[in-house]
């Protein structure tokens, strides 16, 4: 379940607690985001996933000051995954915004008139069509003939897998019909059915190879194989339903576009309709609804879309999604089972994580065999969670559950059959030691809110064997050190036989070896090339980026973004540990803490809950030890270069108040690209203010502090534009 506090009311935040909530959301979206995108093994439904970006997007509506140019409100997806060529998108690949009522769709259809200023009689026509759950795609078109095929990836820039793509027998090589546009890039969705998926994993486990959660899972798994051959030989499909460059647009309404591409060769879905008013997008919604089971592909809502192009390009964008469609999603799909077990995972930070064990059961034509139960007060049904969804009730080992499965994804217990609990059934206890190391398990009291954690985690760190493992994944994981052959099964064979017991050892692995008895490549399943293979490999990341090497350090709350916010404004390694180091956390909400911790926490997109989890970290001297030992075997690179040629070269700036001739994330982004850095508060170090009308007390704490200010003009000025 998500960590954050939604007990919590967003319309009585402080300004601090809403940055906290915002810092700790975007932590946690970005991580969603980078499973669901990039590994294609996404660990939340999509319901919960939407509730996480509801609250965020609503604390940004209350907090506009928590806008910055890394808000997840203004990106797509996650960065493309390593392994292919990346393409950057010549029209942005956007998402929707979502609807989960009739009450959604009415409000969807009022914006549009009071946007458009158009009469209460005035129709307004629309394209409804089902929401493919699937991979999306761009597929570029040059005087006809196919060029390249593109992923989304973050909306700005996906991965080439025109090679891949070109094993489809829904797309077509070469567009049917004359007077075709010179440049002609169709978007769409690539898909396996159900019957298809199902007799794949029968032959893959029949192989011996991996099991594929879901039809969406298996597409994206299947397009990202770096052998052509691999994925041609998976039964993937294709249906177009939108376009992003196109030098000449043919018609005028979205409906006569999905009409053209059909013409063009491609398939489009055939249940797509025309509606006229909200009661007929609703009952198209219903009634697609009631079909959902039957088709043979996944689809997880409908999506509406305003007919007339011209309307559409008036309506045009907010954030990261069109002012002119919107997904109408449909409710979790449930069913009843009984659980088995209950089994305790520890996790990387020491999380013990409940999973129950259920009688197998097909819920939307997967086979279900695991569930989440999220944490140990959601078992006791008391808590935010619990609560809401089963009214107080407990879980027991016996009782018959209702599973929700929404998404696709690792599906949840929402509710227990009491009429059919067994009278042997007893309440579960949860364990207070560590189950693979025996260790006390604690659940942390927030010292600031008195509160405890609801996360009971295991004290061993430096002896659990879980959570070293597990640690030892991470480091070498994709978005860290990614080292070629060297993944989650050889991090806990080589943790077993104590051959890399942290970070460190696996680069002396090489020298260690030469020493050794008992030779690397005598183990079973390596041989002589292997083995050069893999400490080739291991050489090859010797050299890292300060952004890799500070995710893959494992910090609690320090994904990929905060990694990169933090590695930017810090420059190396060196001044990272320094100012950790020295930075003290305040005890207390009326102690600001030293200077160091000030920076730290005044960092745009670092909040105190990642400040302090930083500081932690480095006061902890087996942690500092730890990297010691791995500088001494690697050189750590730079982010990026910063410019050092331009007057703002060097030098913090604030952006506030209402920017006219540029957006505040232009601006911001302007200024990082001059080799400035900007922050999100004013303090003594901040060296200029730009301030635009509405600037509030920003401006004045620049006046305190005598810190330079000017308006948008007194800014191009400085920097010369």
């Known amino acids: 379940m998500p960590r954050y506090d939604k007990s919590l009311d967003i319309d009585a935040m402080t300004p601090r607690q809403a940055k906290r909530e915002h810092t700790r959301l975007q932590a946690e979206?970005?991580?969603?985001?980078?499973?669901?995108?990039?590994?294609?093994?996404?660990?939340?439904?999509?319901?919960?996933?939407?509730?996480?970006?509801?609250?965020?997007?609503?604390?940004?509506?209350?907090?506009?000051?928590?806008?910055?140019?890394?808000?997840?409100?203004?990106?797509v997806g996650a960065a493309p995954a390593r392994g292919f060529a990346k393409v950057r998108h010549t029209v942005p690949m956007l998402s929707l915004d979502n609807a989960f009522s009739e009450e959604d769709v009415v409000d969807f259809v009022e914006r549009i008139r009071r946007f458009l200023k158009l009469a209460d009689d005035e129709p307004i026509t629309f394209l409804a069509e089902p929401k493919i759950d699937g991979l999306s795609m761009s597929l570029r078109y040059e005087d006809g003939e196919l060029v390249r095929a593109a992923t989304r990836g973050d909306g700005t820039e996906g991965e080439d897998v025109t090679a891949n793509i070109r094993t489809l027998k829904d797309v077509p090589q070469k567009l049917k019909g004359r007077n075709l546009p010179a440049v002609c890039e169709m978007r769409g969705e690539v898909y396996m059915k159900k019957a298809d998926f199902l007799a794949l994993n029968e032959r893959q486990t029949a192989a011996g190879g991996q099991v594929f959660a879901n039809p969406r899972n298996s597409a994206a798994g299947s397009l990202r194989q770096k052998d052509p051959a691999i994925t041609a030989s998976r039964p993937l499909h294709f249906f177009a339903y939108s376009w992003g460059e196109l030098t000449k647009v043919p018609e005028k309404t979205q409906s006569a576009m999905v009409a053209w591409m059909a013409a063009r060769g491609f398939d489009t879905n055939p249940l797509s309709k025309v509606c006229k008013s909200v009661k007929e997008l609703v009952a198209f919604h219903r009634s697609i609804g009631e079909r959902r089971a039957k088709l043979d592909y996944d689809i997880d809502g409908v999506v509406y879309k305003v007919d007339r192009l011209d309307?559409?390009?008036?309506?045009?964008?907010?954030?990261?999604?069109?002012?002119?469609?919107?997904?109408?999603?449909?409710?979790?799909?449930?069913a009843e089972t009984v659980l088995n077990g209950i089994d305790i995972q520890v996790g990387r930070t020491g999380a013990l994580t409940p999973v129950a064990k259920l009688e197998p059961v097909t819920v939307g034509g997967v086979v279900v065999q695991n569930a989440s139960l999220h944490n140990e007060d959601y078992i006791k049904g008391i808590g935010a969670s619990g609560e809401a969804i089963r009214n107080g009730t407990d879980i027991r080992i016996g009782d018959t559950v209702v599973i929700q499965r929404a998404g696709d994804v690792i599906p949840q217990i929402v509710d227990v059959v009491l009429d059919k609990r067994p009278k042997s059934a007893k309440p579960y206890h949860f364990p207070a030691v560590c189950p693979a190391c025996g260790s006390h398990a604690v659940r942390e009291i927030n010292l600031r809110t008195g509160k405890e954690d609801v996360v009971r985690r295991c004290t061993g760190g430096l002896i659990c064997p879980a959570q070293a493992v597990e640690r030892l994944r991470h480091f070498v994981a994709r978005d860290a050190f990614d080292i070629e052959g060297f993944g989650e099964k050889q991090a806990e064979a080589f943790y077993a036989d104590g051959l890399v017991m942290e970070p460190a050892d696996i680069f002396t692995l090489r020298q260690r070896d030469a020493r050794a008895s008992k030779k690397l490549a005598d183990r079973e399943g390596y041989g002589e090339t292997s083995v050069t293979n893999l400490f080739n490999a291991i050489d090859a990341r010797r050299k890292v980026p300060l952004n890799r090497l500070i995710y893959a350090l494992g910090i609690r709350h320090i994904g990929d973004i905060n990694a990169k916010i933090l590695a930017r404004h810090y420059g190396t390694i060196e001044a990272f540990e320094e100012a950790a180091t020295a930075a003290d956390v305040p005890t207390d909400r009326k102690d600001k803490g030293n200077d160091a911790w000030q920076e730290l926490n005044s960092i745009e997109g670092i909040g105190d809950v990642v400040a302090e989890a930083v500081v932690e970290f480095f006061n902890e001297k087996k942690n500092r030890a730890a990297l010691k030992r791995l500088l001494a075997e690697i050189e750590v690179e730079p982010m990026?270069?910063?410019?050092?040629?331009?007057?703002?070269?060097?030098?913090?700036?604030?952006?506030?108040?209402?920017?006219?001739?540029?957006?505040?994330?232009?601006?911001?982004?302007?200024?990082?690209?001059?080799?400035?850095?900007?922050?999100?508060?004013?303090?003594?170090?901040?060296?200029?203010?730009?301030?635009?009308?509405?600037?509030?007390?920003?401006?004045?704490?620049?006046?305190?502090?005598?810190?330079?200010?000017?308006?948008?003009d007194g800014w191009f000025k400085l920097i010369g534009r």
């Open 640 to 712: 990026e270069e910063a410019r050092s040629d331009t007057p703002v070269a060097g030098k913090t700036v604030v952006f506030t108040g209402t920017l006219e001739k540029m957006t505040r994330d232009e601006a911001k982004a302007m200024a990082e690209r001059l080799g400035a850095k900007v922050s999100g508060s004013v303090s003594k170090k901040t060296d200029y203010v730009v301030a635009g009308p509405g600037a509030g007390s920003k401006l004045k704490d620049a006046q305190k502090h005598g810190v330079t200010v000017m308006d948008e």
């Open 311 to 334: 309307w559409q390009e008036r309506l045009g964008f907010v954030s990261r999604s069109p002012r002119w469609a919107i997904a109408h999603k449909f409710a979790a799909e449930r």
């Open 29 to 75: 979206i970005a991580e969603h985001d980078k499973r669901y995108y990039q590994d294609d093994a996404p660990t939340v439904s999509d319901a919960e996933y939407d509730a996480l970006r509801r609250r965020y997007n609503a604390i940004e509506q209350k907090f506009p000051d928590l806008v910055t140019q890394g808000s997840l409100s203004l990106t």
